[in-house]
């Protein structure tokens, strides 16, 4: 198993930039892919990003292609989110999450993920 806390939420202005993290305690994070969803108030969580076990493979919501970068360092048990020209609907509690299995079907799907973190806030101001 593994334990997840994300920080490095706040407020930023329309088309700044933040960068989370998403420290874990486990001695099976390096062998988990990774994810990042976002959920808005009012609104279902939603995929934003996904990293392989190794590093070597990302996925990105098309809303935050060329914008956002998923990262992870494992021997730091750490996995980053890079979001630079953010938009204000972009407003929302991010969560970060593993995923034990390999293979998976959906890369997206919230019940694809395991572990989940207790989400950061980013707010996001015109």
């Known amino acids: 198993q593994v334990q997840l806390v994300e920080s490095g939420g706040g407020l930023v202005q329309a088309g700044g930039s933040l960068r989370l993290s998403c420290a874990a305690e486990g001695r099976t994070f390096s062998s988990y892919a990774l994810g990042w969803f976002r959920q808005a108030p009012g609104k279902e969580r939603e995929f934003v990003a996904r990293?392989?076990?190794?590093?070597?493979?990302?996925y990105y919501a098309n809303s935050v292609k060329g914008r956002f970068t998923i990262s992870r360092d494992n021997a730091k048990n750490t996995v980053y989110l890079q979001m630079n020209s953010l938009k204000t609907e972009e407003t929302a509690v991010y969560y970060c999450a593993a995923d034990s299995r390999r293979g998976s079907l959906s890369v997206i799907a919230v019940g694809t993920y395991d572990y989940w973190g207790q989400g950061t806030q980013v707010t996001v101001a015109s």
């Open positions: 990293i392989s076990s190794s590093g070597g493979a990302t």
